[in-house]
Nanobody, 119 residues
């Protein structure tokens, strides 16, 4: 079974930075896509950023401020968050997808890590 464990959340002041980590129990090379989602109170879970073998994508709200990257040797995907503002307050979830030989898409989620941006 696959486990994804997020860490790095916490309380940060507006304008500050945090780096979130997502450690996979298996090689992240086995996932076709990994990404970060977030869910704020009263809102739906939304895509923040994804990373595939050859590309990254970002939600418009975080472009220029967030960077997703990976360290395959550490089985870890990171989300570097800069210039944080109150709208970034949410629980952030790591996501991974794997396409099986039968072309099924398997989706895995971490437990989430809280990010709170407040003065």
């Amino acid at each position: 079974q696959v486990q994804l464990v997020e860490s790095g959340g916490g309380l940060v002041q507006p304008g500050g930075s945090l780096r979130l980590s997502c450690v996979g129990s298996e090689s992240i090379r086995s996932f076709s896509t990994m990404g970060w989602y977030r869910q704020a109170p009263g809102k739906q879970r939304e895509l923040v950023a994804t990373i595939t073998r050859g590309s990254t994508k970002y939600a418009d709200s975080v472009k220029g401020r967030f960077t997703i990257f990976r360290d395959n040797a550490k089985n870890t995907v990171y989300l570097q968050m800069n210039s944080l503002n109150s709208e970034d307050t949410a629980v952030y979830y790591c996501n991974a997808q794997r396409v099986t030989v039968s072309y099924e898409t398997l989706t895995y989620w971490g437990q989430g890590t809280q990010v709170t941006v407040s003065s």
